[in-house]
């Protein structure tokens, strides 16, 4: 039950639900609540007004809207008032939304015009009202607030829950501090302690024919005594007596005879409420199921993490033991393969000990949900419970499909599938690595990288190699190893049975080796010679040795050449990459992007199909030199705070850009923009975006640096310093914006003026 708390409270003001009303989007709030964020706006303004002139419901609001994330407070916002009016002060509720107090009408004065005429009043103005939610802006009629039906489901269920939690029943007639009740009255429908019942209900007279129930006895008969019928919102004085199907709400007689659902479909009130129950019940079972999975799954997890730990000290105990039965120079290699085997245990832990935090929130949340549902089902209201049992369902089959997107799959093995072999010989030992022991028996021979067909984009390289003409040994897959551009240990980038392997996220301005060598049942061949490869100063396009004859440059060598290591490894320098294009071509990448996230025209422009955030990075990595990209807003509806900017691989993908510590960003609405990182907001900078607008990402790994600019000028100081490690390009956004990227810029201008000027 603790878990279906969060459900139970105000997005507002962080209390329990007082009063809740239920709108149109289907979430809830306090009726003083909603009071306190409503909104005037003038009658010339409104929508219905402005709807004719052919502008959108989002034109009529000439508001300053709090950005949703602030400097101060990374606070949750809501609209504040109009622009030209003079700012009001806030109070903040306990989980961040912005509450601003209504606003008081100035006393009515006359206005007078010079000649002495009295000057009509100002207009009349409107009740808006946006839910904290879902930032969706509600227009009020002239009912105001009674407009809006009352969640009486919602508050049942909070009534149970608060009475479950109580330790035990008070008296409702003690004046100061209340005794534990000993009976209840369920004519008077009170609680009485003994010395209370004695003074207030004595057993004679027209009391004597009221019945008295233990305290427990009489909780439960208050919880199963009927509710009042309820009433229609427009026809006080009406029953809801039908269900429109159309309008989905509960409507009574008169709201048919008077035309307003007459030509509409609807149906019993009654049957919709079975109805809707037993799709709400069905929907629970698969829901169930999955959470009976997620708690399976779970017990799992936590033994991977105890037979890890077991495999990893038995790993680390044989290691030790061939290592130690080496000469001294065998020795300091075996550190370095401690390290390796501690990285791997540290890993393994790691993406468990994630995926187990992760399933456990998420395991929470559906729990808490389910209990909700549960107790909402226990409603003997039909219309309340419709009011509220198609948002329901919608919420428990989206948290069923989420459960269903492969989140109860180990996202790692237990094994550490790795064998020293100790028969190396001494002069080999600084070659000594992990392999696989296999029977003494013939071994395939070296494959042979094949120069012709190696090519490169970007900082992607594409290698091919073969097996020896005349090789009798089949070989069953190959592995392919580079090392870290830095003259580091080779790591495997690639094992299987093709002969073609392309490598992406290469540093650029750096000199690589990469080795190849094939296996079977019998064992691990050789290395085939190893081929070095320098790296542009930047990414560029594909360039082919036709392209270089016609550049007139065909004498020299291409920008990115391989070379085969015969006797003397050998290495070109790249030529002038400025003469040729010193910039990067790249998309956004759909394999790592939230699956929420809409491609088109090519990868390079994204929009999302949810009103929450969702991340999708670059294809392309960069960890050096100077680098400059930029997107064009193609929509922004209804002021989202896009972001933009760089993040690690691993970032989070389902939240906004820079919430985590893998990711650094500039989020920005339609009037000012913030910085933001490991979910702190710095730097609040006036002039936002529109449709149209350009936001550009500058990323200097020479300076260490992320600058940010809006229609090419810069926006703010510098956003970021310190930069380093593998960084790529990042987008967070909703269904209100759609975003188009452009690659292969040069430096802005007002960058390369300072960066002359600091020179």
């Not at 909780?219 to 009433?231: A, C, G, H, M, W």
């Not at 085997?341 to 832990?349: A, S, T």
């Not at 594909?542 to 392209?547: C, D, I, K, N």
């Not at 593998?726 to 007002?750: E, M, W």
Request: hydrophobic share 35%.
């Amino acid at each position: 039950m603790e878990e279906m708390e969060e459900e139970l409270k105000c997005p507002v003001c962080g209390s329990f639900y007082r009063e809740p009303i239920i709108l149109p989007c289907s979430h809830s709030l306090c009726l003083a609540c909603a009071r306190n964020i409503l909104v005037q706006t003038p009658d010339s303004e409104s929508p219905q007004s402005r709807r004719a002139s052919g502008l959108s419901d989002y034109d009529y609001l000439d508001l300053d809207k709090m950005s949703l994330y602030s400097e101060a407070d990374s606070g949750y916002g809501s609209y504040g008032g109009f622009a030209s009016a003079p700012t009001t002060p806030c109070q903040k509720s306990p989980n961040g939304v912005r509450v601003f107090p209504p606003t008081m009408p100035a006393p009515h004065q006359p206005h007078h015009h010079s000649s002495g005429a009295l000057l009509p009043p100002p207009a009349a103005r409107n009740q808006c009202l946006t839910c904290p939610q879902c930032h969706r802006s509600l227009l009020l009629d002239e009912r105001g607030l009674r407009g809006f039906a009352k969640n009486r489901v919602l508050e049942g269920v909070i009534e149970r829950y608060q009475q479950s939690k109580a330790a035990a029943l008070r008296c409702q007639l003690c004046e100061k501090s209340p005794k534990e009740a000993t009976v209840m009255c369920e004519q008077c429908d009170v609680f009485y302690c003994e010395p209370c019942r004695l003074r207030c209900h004595p057993p004679r007279g027209p009391l004597a024919k009221h019945r008295l129930l233990p305290p427990a006895q009489g909780r439960v008969s208050r919880r199963l005594s009927p509710r009042k019928i309820s009433t229609c919102t427009d026809h006080e004085l009406e029953n809801h007596s039908m269900y429109c199907v159309q309008c989905k709400m509960p409507v009574c007689y008169q709201c048919l005879e008077e035309g307003k659902h007459s030509s509409h479909e609807v149906k019993a009130l009654g049957a919709m409420w079975k109805l809707h129950k037993s799709q709400l019940s069905q929907a629970l079972n698969g829901l169930s199921d999955r959470a009976k999975e997620a708690k399976e799954f779970l017990v799992q997890l936590r033994n991977m993490v105890q037979q890890i730990q077991e495999n990893s000290v038995e790993f680390e105990a044989c290691l030790v033991a061939q290592c130690d039965a080496l000469i001294d120079a065998l020795n300091r290699r075996k550190v370095q393969l401690l390290s390796r085997v501690n990285k791997e245990h540290e890993h393994k832990l790691k993406v468990v000990r994630d995926q187990i935090s992760h399933c456990t929130v998420k395991l929470r949340q559906t729990t808490g949900l389910m209990e909700y549902c549960l107790e909402v089902i226990k409603e003997n209201d039909p219309s309340g419970f419709l009011q509220i049992s198609d948002a329901l369902i919608r919420r428990v089959h989206l948290t069923e499909d989420q459960w269903g997107k492969g989140t109860l799959t180990p996202r790692m093995t237990t094994d550490f599938d790795l064998n020293l072999d100790s028969a190396p010989l001494l002069q080999s030992i600084h070659q000594l690595d992990f392999v696989q022991m296999k029977v003494p028996s013939l071994v395939p021979a070296p494959p042979m990288l094949q120069m012709e067909e190696c090519c490169t984009q970007n900082n992607s390289a594409t290698l091919s190699w073969k097996q020896p003409p005349m090789s009798m040994v089949q070989a069953e897959g190959y592995i392919l190893e580079l090392d870290d551009g830095n003259g580091g240990q080779f790591r495997e980038v690639f094992v299987g049975k093709e002969t073609m392997c392309t490598v992406d996220g290469l540093h650029f301005n750096s000199t690589y080796n990469a080795r190849v060598k094939a296996f079977n049942k019998a064992g691990v061949s050789h290395y085939s010679k190893t081929l070095i490869l320098q790296t542009s100063e930047g990414p560029y396009p594909r360039m082919s040795a036709s392209l270089a004859a016609r550049l007139q440059i065909n004498t020299m060598p291409s920008p990115l050449e391989f070379l085969q290591n015969s006797e003397q490894e050998t290495c070109v320098s790249p030529v002038d990459i400025k003469k040729l294009v010193a910039v990067a071509w790249f998309a956004f990448d759909p394999g790592s992007a939230h699956s929420d996230i809409i491609f088109s025209n090519d990868n390079l422009t994204v929009t999302c199909n949810s009103y929450d955030d969702r991340v999708v990075l670059g294809k392309t990595g960069f960890s050096k030199g100077v680098h400059y990209w930029e997107l064009t807003i193609d929509r922004y509806d209804n002021h989202p705070d896009p972001a933009f900017g760089v993040a690690r691989v691993e970032v989070m993908k389902d939240v906004m850009l820079g919430k985590d510590d893998k990711a650094w960003a500039m989020y920005v609405d339609n009037n000012r923009s913030w910085f933001m990182h490991n979910n702190s907001h710095t730097n609040r900078t006036e002039g936002g975006i529109t449709k149209g607008a350009t936001v550009g990402v500058l990323l200097d790994f020479t300076r260490r640096t992320l600058t940010f600019s809006i229609n090419e000028e810069q926006q703010g100081p510098v956003a970021f310093e310190g930069m380093e490690g593998l960084l790529f390009p990042a987008v967070s956004l909703n269904r209100n914006v759609q975003v188009t990227l452009h690659t292969g810029l040069p430096i802005p201008g007002f960058y390369s003026s300072r960066a002359s000027i600091a020179s």
